[in-house]
């Protein structure tokens, strides 16, 4: 059986301190929108887990879902225009 041997991490940036780095707190922010759309969408979807659905609530998800997809096209939107140096 082989052992499994640690080592002390030599530099600072190997080690973690638990906190997002500002690159990733960038990320989440700019991913927010769509965060925020799928939870609306989730929040209409559990309110009908227990009861049938009327046409208020199929309003409600379809709009849900319009914001998700939305939001979702702008995000790959910006995504590609970063990649792509911003020529669009």
């Not at 997002?20 to 309110?47: C, F, H």
């Not at 409600?60 to 939001?71: D, N």
């Amino acid at each position: 059986m082989k052992s499994i041997i640690t080592l002390p991490a030599t530099s600072a940036a190997l080690a973690f301190d638990g906190e997002p780095s500002d690159a990733e707190l960038d990320a989440i922010e700019a991913e927010m929108p769509l965060i925020l759309a799928d939870v609306e969408l989730l929040d209409a979807e559990i309110k009908l887990l227990d009861r049938p659905a009327r046409k208020l609530d199929e309003r409600r998800i379809r709009r849900a879902r319009h914001r998700a997809v939305v939001a979702r096209r702008d995000l790959t939107n910006r995504a590609a225009s970063v990649l792509s140096g911003g020529a669009a």
